[in-house]
């Protein structure tokens, strides 16, 4: 799902991509020619010259930012289009100690056709969930679009040898995921262990195979932006297919100046090597205006190459119905309250 989201404020066609200079500028100072990518992680001192190589984030900046593009409000002709792609790019979530093969059963069924009443509707992106409980929900989205995610590696915490990790990774594509949810190692990383983490990453995307991975940088522990960038390109060095923010279990989660710095990492990396990798926002996203605000900003940070769930995605669970109640509201001019959708 791809098309241009407009808003309402004059926008150059220069804000829409990333601008030549920059990505000159981009290449020049962190040395990212392809071919360099694979001595900056050829050991531990390596890796960490090259993290520590990166231009700092000016935090003040980057809030300041986040905070302007969040401020911009979409044309109505864009807002139906815009609140269907949100609904597109949602990986619907349960990810929860009393889950149960029902409740996953109904969470598939409004993962296939969120709107009951109006099959025009999209479909999300995928279904969420724990590692036993893959199968069940692969069995639910035979013949949809639908995909489905799983959680692995000792997820939230992701305290455990690497050994019960790779098992973790091994159980939930065995039984079907598509994609997998790791997290890193946080206390490594901000011990400095940087080359541990790494390595850590490369063979889960091995254990991986065909699956996607998709790699939680868990940014409400990393402190700063700083840390939030080299954790991103850790991760895009490694082979992570996209970065995300949080398992959903740390507050804070998502936020826009989170959001802007990884952005501007995949953008940065797609730069230099022609390689376009994801991001996915999990954690605090409820409501419509939320979601449009950040479609906007991946617009105006990344690229509107970046509108479409293989590039970007949404973790959430109770966003969906907003997005529908405010679908509704765009096509009959009258609100439909909660009752109408189901309860996450």
Same mark, same amino acid.
């Given at each position: ?41 050829a ?14 984030v ?5 809030q ?14 864009s ?53 036993d ?18 959680v ?12 019960t ?12 995921a ?12 901000l ?10 990453? +490369?063979? #889960?995307? $091995?254990?991986? *195979?065909?699956?996607? @991975?998709?790699?939680? !940088?868990?940014?409400?522990?990393? /402190?700063? &932006? ?30 826009p ?26 954690g ?11 479609? +906007?900003? #991946?617009k $105006?940070?990344? *690229?509107?190459?970046? @509108?479409?769930?293989? !590039?970007?995605?949404?973790?959430? /669970?109770? &966003? ?20 109408y959708?189901?309860?996450?």
């Amino acid at each position: 799902m791809h098309r241009s989201l407009s808003t309402d404020s004059a926008i150059h066609a220069e804000a829409c991509r990333v601008d030549s200079s920059d990505v000159t500028r981009s290449s020049t100072v962190l040395g990212t020619q392809p071919r360099e990518f694979g001595d900056a992680a050829a050991d531990a001192t390596s890796l960490r010259r090259f993290l520590h190589g990166l231009p700092g984030v000016d935090e003040v900046g980057a809030q300041a930012r986040a905070a302007g593009l969040f401020t911009r409000s979409i044309k109505k002709a864009s807002k139906v289009w815009a609140l269907e792609a949100a609904i597109g790019m949602v990986d619907l979530t349960t990810l929860e100690g009393a889950d149960t093969a029902g409740k996953v059963a109904g969470l598939c069924a409004k993962a296939r056709q969120p709107d009951p009443a109006d099959p025009s509707c999209p479909p999300v992106a995928a279904v969420c969930v724990y590692p036993d409980l893959v199968a069940g929900a692969r069995s639910h989205l035979v013949g949809s679009s639908v995909v489905v995610a799983s959680v692995a590696t000792a997820f939230p915490s992701g305290r455990a040898s690497l050994r019960t990790k790779l098992a973790d990774v091994a159980d939930a594509v065995e039984a079907g995921a598509d994609e997998i949810d790791m997290v890193i190692d946080r206390g490594a990383f901000l011990s400095g262990h940087y080359k541990t983490v790494y390595d850590e990453i +490369v063979a #889960v995307k $091995e254990a991986c *195979g065909p699956a996607h @991975l998709k790699v939680i !940088l868990e940014t409400g522990e990393l /402190s700063t &932006l700083d840390n939030v960038r080299r954790a991103s390109w850790l991760a895009l060095l490694a082979g992570g297919d996209f970065i995300k923010t949080s398992t959903g279990k740390v507050t804070p989660a998502a936020t826009p100046p989170v959001a802007l710095v990884m952005l501007e990492a995949v953008r940065d990396f797609a730069a230099a090597t022609g390689d376009r990798r994801g991001v996915k926002l999990a954690g605090g996203i409820r409501t419509a205006k939320d979601a449009i605000r950040y479609l +906007v900003l #991946v617009k $105006e940070t990344a *690229g509107e190459d970046w @509108l479409t769930s293989d !590039l970007f995605r949404i973790g959430a /669970s109770s &966003l969906v119905n907003d997005l529908l109640m405010q679908r509704t509201k765009e096509q009959t001019g009258v609100y439909s309250g909660n009752d109408y959708f189901s309860v996450d």
